[in-house]
């Protein structure tokens, strides 16, 4: 049974930081890539990120240089550390097998509010 669970989102002033995780269980990732995805209001969901099982890490231009993923192989565990937050980055964040579109392959999301 494949799981994903997102953790560590929440409410923070412009500026500041916060440390998503995904806790995931059913499957293994020892190849191909996961992501991290959003949900702005009003938005259509977005891709944020790819973490590849051999290190490889991409981002979408608008998170470079603030936001940084990470994967913790001995816990099935794939963080997203978020720094100097926007207003514009409010929303649902989850992390997603692939095709991440397919609403089967995230989970249930974790709300980053930025105020």
């Known amino acids: 049974h494949v799981q994903l669970v997102e953790s560590g989102g929440g409410s923070v002033q412009p500026g500041g930081s916060l440390r998503l995780s995904c806790s995931f269980s059913?499957?293994?990732?020892?190849?191909?890539?996961m992501n991290w995805i959003r949900q702005r209001p009003g938005k259509r969901m977005e891709w944020l990120s790819s973490?590849?099982?051999?290190?490889?890490?991409y981002y979408v231009d608008s998170v470079k240089g603030r936001f940084t993923s990470s994967r913790d192989t001995a816990t099935n565990t794939l963080y997203l550390q978020l720094d100097n937050l926007k207003i514009e980055d409010t929303g649902m964040y989850y992390c997603?097998?692939?095709?991440?579109?397919?609403?089967?392959?995230r989970g249930q999301g974790t709300q980053v509010t930025v105020s």
């Open positions: 059913g499957f293994t990732f020892k190849s191909g890539y």
């Open positions: 997603a097998r692939n095709p991440w579109n397919d609403v089967n392959n």
């Open positions: 973490i590849y099982s051999d290190g490889r890490i």
